[in-house]
């Protein structure tokens, strides 16, 4: 009848509608390998929730750090220059770097701390795959302002007690590089022991990192 090929259509139009949104809000993929710097927040109130807009709530600690990710090896590497990620009970005041290559996750520390210069932080660890906000089927949240650009967030927000976490990507910014290109990611944030940490990206390069640096 009639009205049965209407509402056909209309249950259609409706999946259509909804797959095309699914898709406008499908995260962005990051590219094989890069390197980038950034800045980080580490803060101790856990009840005012990332992303910052501007300086965040007190007290906190600030501080520097990099990445060099190449999924062609399963390898990346973060260093941070100032203080370790507050996920430990004993504190983190002291510069660390995680290595994350050949299945393992080593925490190593340059300066005196109350860990060996290098220890296995996981095994068997690995760095996230390049597409792991879909592989993990992370929900679409919202779209900000973010140290003056929009940024659309991707956020993780359930029963483990990690969460919740978010990966943000600019909205209109873009790299086009060496064959690679895509949005550029802006920040990722996550839960830590006393309250929130966030990292927030800088002079994003679609490069690959040298063989030396693993």
Sequence with gaps: SFGSIIMRVLVLSV????????????APSLPPYFQMTWNIWAVDNGTVRPPYRGEPPKPFKQGT???????????????????????FDQGNDWPCHFLNTNGSSYL????????????????PFSPPHPD?????????????????SEV??????????????????????YYDQGGHH?????AFWFRSIPGFFEQNFADFRPVQPSADVW
């Design 15 to 26: 999946s259509v509608l909804v797959l095309l949104c699914s898709l406008a809000h499908a």
């Design 65 to 87: 750090g990099s990445t060099y990710y190449d999924w062609t090896r399963t390898s990346m590497l973060e260093v941070y220059d100032n203080f370790c990620v507050p996920i």
């Design 108 to 123: 190593i520390s340059p300066k005196p701390s109350q860990y060996a210069p290098c220890c296995v932080f996981g095994q």
């Design 132 to 148: 792991f906000l879909n592989e993990v089927k992370v929900p679409f949240n919202e779209s900000t302002m973010f140290m003056g």
């Design 152 to 173: 659309d967030w991707w956020v993780l927000d359930g029963d483990d007690p990690a969460e919740p976490f978010g990966y943000g990507f600019y909205r209109y910014k």
């Design 182 to 186: 895509g949005r550029v990611p802006a």
